[in-house]
């Protein structure tokens, strides 16, 4: 797309305009809203780790959402600017690495299981559908691994991930571990996208052996 359509695009986009309004770092802070609004995945009270949180917009969600009895640890490659009431971790979720790194501060934390893992992760577009997509697919399952390792049973999962090849094992490897797994095109999302939340609700732990070591 090129720049001028761009800016054009998002000056005309309501959610844009309504998330400056309300202080809200990202548009997509409305697709979580959406997605919540109708599953109930994130009460108060509740920990929640939020993958690939930059710049924070579903974290202020979270926030709001979890109440000051919870708990939201973000990771990003990118900094994320401070949020009152969240902790933030930058670093390459896709490293072995990040990944302890992010446990334990979770464990520090002291909070025992998560209630929630919810995922906006998506790779830098290379302008190759297929190569970005197979990325998605690659980032959601580590963050299904991750959900497998640190849920409570009972607990929720919301995974964003674009359409395309394996996605339906993607969604056939959440289904083994949630008692009810919904499909979800928030109406925040750009209606050209191909993106799509995959939410699993009630966790029922990973299939044997399917756990991270
Ligand atoms: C759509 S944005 C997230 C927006 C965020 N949910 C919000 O509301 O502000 C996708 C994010 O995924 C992050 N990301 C992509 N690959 C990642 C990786 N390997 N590790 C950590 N974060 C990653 C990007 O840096 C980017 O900030």
């Not at 094992?169 to 949630?178: L, T």
Request: hydrophobic share 40%.
């Amino acid at each position: 797309m090129g720049q001028t359509r761009w800016y054009r695009e998002r000056r005309d986009d309501p959610y844009f305009k309504q998330a400056k309004k309300a202080g809200y770092r990202a548009r997509s802070a409305y697709k979580l809203q959406q997605i919540n609004n109708k599953f109930k995945v994130v009460k108060k009270g509740a920990a929640v780790a939020d993958l690939g949180c930059a710049p924070g917009g579903w974290s202020q969600v979270l926030v709001e959402l979890v109440g000051e009895d919870g708990l939201v640890v973000g990771v990003d490659l990118q900094r994320t600017r401070p949020i009152e009431g969240a902790r933030f971790l930058q670093g390459d979720f896709t490293q072995q690495d990040t990944r302890d790194r992010l446990s334990a501060i979770l464990e520090e934390a002291g909070r025992g299981a998560l209630d929630a893992v919810v995922s906006d992760m998506a790779p830098d577009m290379s302008g190759n559908y297929d190569l970005d997509q197979a990325r998605s697919v690659h980032l959601s399952t580590l963050a299904l691994e991750f959900a497998d390792r640190h849920l409570r049973e009972g607990g929720n999962f919301v995974c964003k991930v674009f359409e395309g090849a394996d996605f339906q094992e993607f969604r056939a490897a959440v289904r083994e571990r949630f008692r009810s797994v919904r499909l979800v095109h928030p109406a925040a999302s750009r209606k050209q996208s191909s993106e799509v939340f995959v939410v699993g609700l009630r966790f029922q732990g990973a299939p044997d052996g399917d756990e991270e070591e």
